[in-house]
Nanobody, 124 residues
Framework: QVQLVESGGGLVQAGGSLRLSCAAS????????MGWYRQAPGKQRELVVD???????NYADAVKGRFTISRDNAKNTVYLQMNNLKPEDTAVYYC??????????????????WGQGTLVTVSS
């Protein structure tokens, strides 16, 4: 069984910074894409940024220049450094992993796994 565990959310003032972490656990051989989504109250879940196993990234326009994603493939962990936070960044942030292959025999492929979410609150 593959699970994603997030950490690092919290309350911060506008202009501040937070760093989120997401570690995938289980018998993992590879993960294709890892990323962060967010869902604000009353809104749909949206992509914040994702990163492929070779480091290609895809940022939402709203966070370009302020957020930075990074990934440690050896640790199956992805990070999100969030700088210059704004009140509109307030949301539950979810980690996502896409196309996870296991080390098990036979090998299994999980199409998509989500973390439990971590709340980020930015006060004005």
């Amino acid at each position: 069984q593959v699970q994603l565990v997030e950490s690092g959310g919290g309350l911060v003032q506008a202009g501040g910074s937070l760093r989120l972490s997401c570690a995938a656990s289980g018998s993992i051989f590879s993960i294709n894409v890892m990323g962060w989504y967010r869902q604000a109250p009353g809104k749909q879940r949206e992509l914040v940024v994702d990163i492929t196993s070779v480091g290609n990234t895809n940022y939402a326009d709203a966070v370009k220049g302020r957020f930075t994603i990074s990934r440690d493939n050896a640790k199956n962990t992805v990070y999100l450094q969030m700088n210059n936070l704004k009140p509109e960044d307030t949301a539950v942030y979810y980690c996502n992993a896409n196309t996870i292959k296991t080390k098990t025999i036979p090998q299994y492929t999980y199409r998509e796994v989500w973390g439990q979410g971590t709340l980020v609150t930015v006060s004005s």
